[in-house]
């Protein structure tokens, strides 16, 4: 099975600063198809999680400019270029190179 | 708008049976995968497995391969995550969500966009 690994698993941030998480899979999510297959979600508080990005760096409608991601084979990042009030809660990324997919430990974002 | 509805909390004893239901809307229902996903009290997500109603593609973590059986009726709309003995260890939030992904063979292009739509969860709750 495909482990990923998020860090920092607590982040404190300030509003208007960047922030970013890492995370890494012990396999390349790249498929011989050329999609990269690693997303990103953000769960607020007492809410369901919601889809940020997908395959590596692909923002779903309504996710700002301000939040992007990057990295490739094993190694990605995401970045919020401005930390807003809205952005608290916990975010995971997840591969689904292959079956069973796995989601990271997850990385609580606070204001400090 | 595309929406996935969730039954609602259920308290149940060990040893009992469940089947706890999400509802699809808005969008083909038999194309796109289903994807259940726990959440322990105070803890992560994990990726339980997917169905692709109205087919036979169904894929289980090991972990709960044997545990619980997912199902679909895509006349409505619905899949289910059953239990057919519970245990305190169950106790969870569970949630559904859409996962478009697929292979389209007459333009020869794969397609994804990630779990899009999720649930509101169900609480399920094992106690004696």
């Known amino acids: 099975d495909i482990v990923v690994t998020q860090s920092p698993l607590f982040l404190p941030v300030t509003p208007g600063e960047p922030a970013s998480i890492s995370c890494r899979s012990s396999?390349?999510?790249?498929?011989?198809?050329?999609?990269?297959?690693l997303d990103w979600y953000l769960q607020k508080p007492g809410q369901s999680p919601q889809l940020l990005i997908y395959?590596?760096?692909n923002r779903t409608s309504g996710v700002p400019d301000r939040i992007s991601g990057s990295g490739s084979g094993t190694d990605f990042t995401l970045r919020i270029s401005r930390v807003e009030a809205e952005d608290v809660g916990t975010y995971y990324c997840m591969q689904a190179r292959q079956s069973p997919y796995s989601f990271g430990q997850g990385t609580k974002v606070e204001m400090k | 708008d595309v929406q996935v509805v969730q039954s609602g909390a259920e308290v149940r004893k060990p040893g009992e049976s469940l089947r706890i239901s999400c509802q699809g809307s808005g969008y083909n229902f038999r194309k796109d995968y289903i994807v259940w996903v726990r959440q322990m009290p105070g803890k992560g997500l994990e990726w339980m497995g997917l169905?692709?109603?109205?087919?036979?593609?169904?894929r289980y973590r090991p972990s709960f391969q044997g545990q619980v059986i997912f199902s679909a009726d895509a006349s409505i709309n619905t899949a289910y995550l059953q239990w057919a003995s519970l245990k305190a260890s169950d106790t969870a939030k569970y949630y559904c969500?859409?996962?478009?992904?697929?292979?389209?063979?007459?333009?020869?292009?794969?397609?994804?966009?990630?779990?899009?739509?999720w649930g509101q969860g169900t609480t399920v709750t094992v106690s004696s």
């Open positions: 396999q390349s999510l790249l498929h011989a198809n050329g999609y990269t297959y």
């Open positions: 395959l590596g760096s």
């Open positions: 169905i692709l109603p109205g087919s036979s593609d169904i």
């Open positions: 969500a859409r996962l478009i992904s697929g292979h389209d063979p007459v333009k020869v292009k794969f397609y994804y966009s990630g779990l899009d739509v």
